[in-house]
């Protein structure tokens, strides 16, 4: 079992399509500790580490230098020293946006655009409740919780912003509830709902036309809890946090919480087909060339903690996919995975290991499961760009 | 020194068993009585001075005020009122600030328990203990009142009336009603300066607390009853508030508020207490509480005002306590007690526990020598299955009349609360009890030459904790889990001087306090959050007649808001100082008391992104008739 998945693994390698990379080798003028990282990163210089912050900490920007071997904490505020209150709250996503980084503030109701590598504030964008990024054309587009509260006795339904890539205006345009992962195929912009704050949560997939930003349809997924969104060539996948119900013990009273349903991943054709990919525990997503790399817990409905990772080959269909339990393997390392990247140029990844109470760490890992480095972050490590 | 404490140490000569059931073979570690606890502005601000005790002040006039021991969290400190838990089934934290101090004779700190014979079981478990007496009212006359009113900085007015009457020998009886409003705004500071390439730069801007007021009344009503070898009290009482929680200072675009939260409660407590000498070697006690607390939190959306959802909680509890000490010999007490205790909560998922809690302790005394040992048995149902054992074993010994030495061990714990349980979680699994083991050893010197009075302590301690129960966030904003994660080790020295000198009408004395308190987390190798390694304060009185002038200082060392100790988890130290004047007019019965809080305006967190307030004053007038 194990040399079939260090196998699928080597054939990742072999498999993964180019990504974006630019290559502009100058000296990053921020104050860091030396760190001792390897000497193969592809032909990427720096990996951008973005810390949430403890609920709702403030939210640092890290930098892993890889030419420099150096990891330089805050670098935002390093950056912007004079502007108060640093970055910002509860980053929950970001993105390169030609040359530029796009970070979604959730607590602060900002989205923040920080000249790269300078990572100097460029400007500040008011969204409200941010949670996830997509770029297609001219435009940015963000998720947004808008006015909803937890348990609200009015549900108020999220929202998708468009924000022009330069002159930063925005235009809106509401979709399900509490609105998570989106991903644009084929001038649609799809939009993966959670209804997390309400009782009965939401299965929707928002359909958005790009050319005219309207509502098109809403598509309802087999499960519940929508979370990370992806798109392939042809596909759109999706990932959910599972489902939780709580029934109360006749006998002793107690009330016991059971797991309804699990993390879960589906796909979806454009036209709405969807294919249910049991046995796939997704909670984050990252996809790489035609290898969707996701983990989750495997053992959430028998109560237990079991982190795997899996691999999926897009292409192939047939509910194929390769499982391996962090726990022996490679990954055994990692406590609280939160966010994944895969680098395209040399099949590492980089697994976010978060802590919310102190400091968290990132791993790296080849293609092979071999743990090759680690480094320190800040708290609630959650999200990673390669430049 | 307590009414009690002078009892107890004359336990021998008087052979009464109520009183060996009250003798206690360590003393509390650090105590405050009489008028000095009555004229503070409220518990807290009274006992911050207690060494290894901090006050965690969200700050403000509502800001939430709970109490951390040696380093342990709130939950291992058991709050007894009267000798009855006060406790809080949903998130075990108590408030000290809705605690009013006017109606206390004293307020002590055990390390471990309390230890007499005669106390209920719960008394057993906890790995420390605060203790709240309330004064017999109106000792020195048939009927007394008492009106006061406090106002001063963040809008607060804060009027209070009491009425104390002794209506036989026996019965006595106080009554008291008081009322708080503030609007609770004040300035902070919110800075950052740091090195970069083009110099030394950064920002201070001064921002404004809002939406902090406080509106609160409550009402007492205590029926004494103090027959000889005995004491029966019987209080009701009630606490009514509103206030705004300001949430942590985080950034906000700026046409939002930070929070615009709202919060109710309605607090009504019932309790009865009994403690009485059967025989010459016998005394029985019996307490029960009944509280019923409803807390309405109105979540408001800080983008849309109109978007809001309420959540209702209603607390419910009740308490009854039996227990027996008897007398074997002169060497030779034993003490048992069991308590029932259920609780239940009623929010969207309810909750209910039921826990027994059985002690037996023994406790020997021999010329120099008393030692106590004790096992509490606890068992809980309803919100999962809990047993647990807590032994405990405390030894003094007194060599002559200035020193005494003594050690504890003790293994207690405490269980999951309902949040942890219910509303934080999402995935299931089993939680354990967070346990904490305790070794702890002290000396203390107390000397008197002339006009002078010396008193030394010093306490030494380890504790180690294990199955800590940590939060962590289930990558979402509405999905948390609850793990029981890791240990702390931690050591501490506690260290105390006061000397005072007296002379007729004057008083003058000084009083200092050091702590060290290394607490190391031993999954993230680091010394855990807002502990600090170095504390200390210092106190200055000096009383002339009827001037009473009192001058404190509080330095709090570097501290971090985690476990990792990098620098940007970095809390700075701070200082601040304290002063009060009182005047007390030698015959109308008026009081006046100045009271200057943070005088040199000093800009600090005790808990991150909650600013507590500059420099700020309070007025008192008092009319005693």
Redesign the interface.
Known sequence: MKKIALLVFSAVLVAIASCTKENTPEEV?FAGIDVEVGEQNGSFNKLYILNEG?????S?LDLLDFKNKKYC??IF??AN??????????ANDMAVVDGKLWVA??????VAVLQLPSAKLER?I?V??PRYIAVDGQYVYVTS??????????M?PGKVYRINKKSYETATVEVGY?PEGLAVLKGKLYVAN?G??NWVHDNRISVIDLASFKLEKHIEAPMTNL?QMVATEDQIWVSS?GE?T?T?DEA????????SAPQGLVSMTPNGQFTEWDGVHA??MCLCGNTLFCFG?AK?ME???EEWLYLINTNLGGNTYQGVRFLGSGLECVG?P?GILVNPDNGDFYICDA?????SKVHCFSSSLQHKWTV?T???T?HLLLQ | MTASRALAQEADSLHAAWVTARLEVAPPAAAITGPRLRGAVNLPTAIREFSGLQIRDYGGAGGLKTINVRSLGSAHTAIFLDGIPIDNAQNAQVDLGRIPTEGLESVELYQGQRSRTLQTAREYGSASSLHLTSALPASDGKQGFRLRVRGGSFGTVSPLAVWESRWSHLVSSRVSVGMTHAHGRYPFH?K???N??EGY???D?VMVRQNCDLKEFRADAHLFITPVGGRYDARVSWYDSERGIPG?V????D??PLSSDRQGDRNLTVQVGGEQELSRTLSLMAKARYARDILQYL??????PS?????NYLQQSGYVSMGLSWKASDRWFFGGAVDGQYETLHA?????RKTLFAAGSAVFADGPWKASAALQYQHS????DYQFLSPSLILTWTPDRYWEFGGLLKRSCRLPTFNDL?YS?????KLEPEEVYQAAAHWSWDRRYDHWRFQAREELYFNYVRNKL??????????WSMYNLGGVRIFGDELSFTAAWRDGATTLGGTARYTFQWAH?IE?D?QI?YIPLHSANFRLFWNQGDWSIDLQGFVTGERF????N?P??RIAPWTTWDASVAYAFPKNGLSLKLQLNNLLNANYEII??YPMPGFHLFGTLEYVF
């Open positions: 003028p403890a609920f709702p900490g403030a640092t904490a805050d505020a390093q020293p004079d502007v108060v209150q640093g970055l910002g709250n509860t503030l959730n607590a602060s109701n900002q500040v008011d409200e409740s919780y808008a006015s909803a509260v937890y348990g609200g006795e009015n108020v509490q959670s997390g704050y979370f946090y939780s709580w109360q002793s009273g107690e009330w016991i919480q059971s797991v909670d984050k817990n959430e109560g237990g903690y609280y939160y802590s919310f109470t102190s400091g320190d800040g708290v609630g959650g | 919110v950052d300066f740091r970069t390439p730069k950064g920002y801007t942590p985080y950034k906000q675009a046409r939002y979540d408001v959306s800080e983008i849309d978007v809001s959802a309420m959540w969207r998922v309810d909750a209910r149902t309803g919100a999962g219910y979680q999402v995935t299931v699994r940590i939060a962590v966030p289930n990558g979402s904003l509405f999905r987390d993230a680091g959050p808001s985690s476990s990792t990098r940007d988890f991150r992104q």
